[in-house]
């Protein structure tokens, strides 16, 4: 029973760690020394923005970190499930301890709670996003469809999520550092690692916005599906454009119908190229 209501918690996040009508007192609240708090291998977030961290930093230093980080104990240290960003903020602002929360947490857990964290906090980049879900299918095991559940989102969300791997490392870097959004690197996908690039290139380039984007696709699509289709030339003719072009040492082309009515096209550069062609085919002009 206790445990299929832990799987059940871990959809509301970090709400699963306590019960529902725990209030977290001072006593529990303990301030640890920052040498002693160890940061998430598992964290999600790869790329901390320094202009936010600089800016919490300073808040820090007038106020001091107003709201507890959470951590479990690992060994004589302690890992950190929800918070390094306050972690990191207290440490530039030169704290030498920080308030913690501590809870005994599963290992099979952190990366999850450290994920809907982040997700619930709508704090992630897509592709670390991505990334984080991968490593928890994984490492669990589970399905997308029940990783969709414990993490509150559809399964055709995981699924879009995961599709963004599958683009070039170079633009899935250019969705790490925010050059295109998301929504950008969705509309890539499926595309050859070149003109993936190119278009992704173009998005910045134009400051297109992901409508845009999809736009200029329809509109290339339908462009080439109202694109009359080149019809097969027949060998037989083929082979006879070869041998006139052999022939008269110069370019032949023969254009037909389905019927073998058409037109037979011989090119000349000059006009004592044209005589020189004349003469070949056995007429004789006074030009």
């Known amino acids: 029973m206790e445990k299929n209501k832990k799987k059940r918690g871990l959809g509301r996040g970090l709400d699963a760690l306590f019960s529902d009508n725990e209030i977290i007192s001072e006593s529990e609240i303990k301030n640890i020394s920052v040498e002693k708090i160890l940061p998430n291998p598992s964290q999600p977030r790869k790329k901390f923005n320094e202009e936010k961290l600089a800016s919490l930093s300073e808040t820090i230093k007038k106020e001091g970190v107003i709201s507890p980080i959470l951590v479990t104990p690992q060994n004589d240290q302690f890992l950190i499930i929800a918070g390094e960003r306050r972690y990191r903020a207290a440490k530039l602002a030169g704290l030498n301890e920080i308030p913690c929360i501590i809870k005994m947490i599963h290992e099979d857990e952190i990366l999850i709670l450290s994920l809907i964290e982040n997700i619930q906090r709508e704090d992630l980049n897509p592709i670390e996003e991505a990334n984080a879900i991968q490593s928890i299918l994984r490492e669990t095991g589970y399905t997308h469809e029940k990783a969709a559940k414990i993490l509150g989102k559809s399964r055709v969300y995981i699924t879009n999520m995961l599709r963004l791997l599958t683009l070039p490392d170079v633009v899935q870097d250019l969705i790490l550092n925010e050059r295109i959004s998301g929504g950008h690197g969705r509309c890539l996908v499926g595309l050859s690692e070149k003109n993936a690039l190119k278009y992704a290139k173009l998005v910045i380039e134009k400051k297109l916005s992901v409508r845009e984007l999809e736009d200029l696709f329809k509109n290339k699509k339908k462009k080439q599906q109202n694109k009359p289709s080149k019809e097969k030339k027949d060998m037989f003719i083929s082979e006879i454009e070869e041998g006139l072009s052999d022939a008269f040492s110069r ?25 020189k062609l004349l003469e070949q085919l056995g007429y004789k002009s006074d030009i």
Not at 253 to 274: A, P, S
């Open 251 to 275: 370019a032949v082309t023969i254009k037909n119908t389905k019927n073998y009515k058409g037109e037979v096209k011989i090119r000349f550069y000059d006009l004592d190229d044209l005589n």
